[in-house]
């Protein structure tokens, strides 16, 4: 990371997606709420919907309309059980899709878990200008993708190239 360049806060959603977690039991959509606000960016938004696709496309939907969210992170559903929507919701919605980072997060989970990083389907995209990032929903999983990857994208003193740089040309045509 440089430091010549000035940091520049980000506004980020975060998506807690499960059947079963509720404010007081959201341990990932917390841990991912505690590293950005550390890190220096803004939660624009934190929700908590069911695994179901098109609630969750709902309010994915509303923030890529947001021009104040620059990000989204969601938090489960990524897996391969018959629950499991995720992907399957947000990859409709992209505009382009970053197929690195699913590569590189699974690399990264395989050192940590070993093959069992084989169930994760995670991945991200570009939407209307938004950046689009969907973690499984275990908070270690959550750690990993911020720490070893989002944290550096989404700051733009990261050389020689990050996310967040790229934002202002995300809508060129």
């Known amino acids: 990371m440089s430091t010549s360049r000035q940091f520049i806060p980000l506004n980020i959603a975060i998506l807690t997606i499960s059947d079963t977690r509720i ?3 959201d341990t990932s959509g917390k841990t991912l709420v505690a590293r950005l606000t550390t890190a220096g960016h803004h939660k624009a938004d934190k929700v908590i919907v069911p695994d179901d696709i098109y609630q969750i496309r709902a309010i994915v939907s509303a923030w890529i309309a947001n021009p104040e969210i620059h990000a989204i ?3 489960g559903g990524t897996g391969v059980t018959g629950r499991d929507g995720t992907p399957e919701a947000i990859q409709p919605l992209l505009d382009k899709q970053l197929e690195g980072f699913g590569e590189l997060f699974r690399h990264l989970s395989f050192e940590e878990i070993k093959t069992s990083s084989l169930h994760s389907r995670a991945l991200a995209g570009v ?4 950046y689009i ?3 499984p929903g275990s908070s270690g999983a959550c750690r990993t993708g911020w720490e070893k990857i989002l944290q550096a994208q989404l700051d733009y003193r990261t050389r020689p190239c990050n996310f967040a740089e790229m934002m202002p040309r995300l809508l060129e045509h």
């Not at 939407?127 to 938004?130: L, P, R």
């Open 23 to 25: 404010e007081d039991n």
């Open 73 to 75: 992170i969601t938090t």
């Open 127 to 130: 939407a209307n200008g938004t």
């Open 133 to 135: 990032f969907c973690l």
